[in-house]
């Protein structure tokens, strides 16, 4: 029986927020793609008040990897325990908790601690563990800390909106065109020039030029999970001025009469960037609404185009 050498770090955040309201941030593990930067999806498989059971993608070292984790809720003592069902070598197990202290009103400490295995007890292996924990786990806690510490509600910064479109020909003609973003340049008048590249099978990293209906011109790069022709999942690495974070999903489903395709955002809003970009005098709900009329419009473009080309293939009998 080999047994493995166990190893913790602990990272820390002291936030001018309340230990409630950093607590609930942390706990809705839907919102962390669009709040905390290694994050890229996030699949809810169980969930009540006492834990959730979630399957989730991320960026650790540079490369997107999965894993299935459980989750405990203790909502009275400020506490979240996890710990990873299914690991990803070289990790062979790993687990944690995060703590939110009071330290005085409106003032916490928030505490990340994580305990893991190897698959070996190399110090290289060791090694890229624990970099990647000192990378990731800082880089949320002050993530975390931009959004509660903001002076404005969660739910004012952080929400998703939804749009769906029943579309001509079949739901995997849909998703075709989705998945190969490589030609949008192409075939999307609001797209001027892509790079798309597949690291690994399912997972794309696309960087394009986009147009608003303002004639603002923006640079996004976002990295892609792509799952049996039934959704892709997106999780924008370099967002528009506007965002501190951005991610979204494309669902697909053949209907009755064609395919039925959802694009829903998960935005997380920029305050302090509300006048540079809207102008003196614009408020957060401002922001809110221009976020929902550029983004669901180039979405809803987006699916325009995606039911031509499905109408297209089915006209000519492609399958």
Same mark, same amino acid.
């Given at each position: ?6 190893? +913790? ?24 793609? *669009?709040? =905390?930067?290694? %994050? ?5 498989? &169980?969930? !009540?008040?006492?834990? #959730? ?9 540079? #490369? ?8 405990? =809720? ?7 325990? =996890? ?25 916490? /400490? ?19 563990? +624990? ?7 800082? &880089?949320?806690?002050? *993530? ?11 739910? !004012?910064?952080?929400?998703? =909106?939804?749009?769906?479109? /029943? ?8 998703? !075709? ?14 797209? %001027? ?16 030029? +986009?147009?608003?209906? !303002? ?6 790069? %976002? ?6 022709? &039934? ?15 951005? %991610? ?13 395709? +959802? ?48 109408? *297209? ?7």
């Amino acid at each position: 029986m080999t047994i493995r050498q166990p190893h +913790t770090t602990e990272h820390t955040l002291i936030a001018d927020a309340p230990a409630r309201a950093l607590y609930g941030l942390v706990a809705d593990v839907t919102r962390w793609p *669009a709040v =905390f930067g290694p %994050s890229v999806h996030v699949e809810l498989r &169980e969930h !009540d008040e006492h834990g #959730e059971r979630f399957e989730i993608w991320a960026v650790v070292n540079g #490369e997107v990897g999965s894993w299935v984790s459980r989750r405990a =809720f203790d909502a009275d003592g400020l506490r979240i325990t =996890f710990e990873q069902e299914r690991s990803r070598a070289p990790i062979a197990s790993m687990g944690g908790e995060w703590l939110f202290r009071e330290l005085s009103p409106g003032r916490t /400490e928030v505490v990340l601690r994580h305990h893991f295995t190897a698959v070996d007890d190399d110090p290289g292996t060791v090694g890229w563990i +624990t970099e990647a924990l000192h990378r990731n786990s800082p &880089e949320e806690l002050a *993530a975390l800390g931009r959004i509660a510490e903001s002076g404005h509600p969660v739910d !004012d910064l952080v929400f998703s =909106f939804t749009d769906t479109a /029943e579309l001509p020909g079949s739901a995997a003609d849909a998703y !075709d065109f989705v998945n190969r973003a490589d030609r949008w340049a192409d075939m999307l008048p609001h797209v %001027s020039r892509v790079r798309l590249s597949e690291p690994s099978p399912g997972v794309q990293d696309l960087e394009m030029d +986009t147009v608003t209906g !303002d004639g603002s011109a923006h640079t996004t790069r %976002s990295v892609r999970v792509c799952r049996s022709q &039934e959704w892709i999942a997106y999780k924008q690495q370099v967002a528009p001025r506007l965002l501190l974070g951005h %991610s979204g999903r494309w669902n697909f489903a053949d209907g009755p009469s064609g395919a039925r395709v +959802t694009a829903t955002h998960t935005v997380a809003v920029d305050p302090a960037a509300i006048a540079e970009v809207l102008g003196a005098g614009s408020t957060l709900a401002d922001a809110r609404a221009y976020l929902r009329e550029a983004l669901g419009r180039n979405s809803l473009a987006t699916l325009t185009h995606a039911g031509e080309y499905a109408a *297209a293939r089915l006209a000519v009998g492609v399958d």
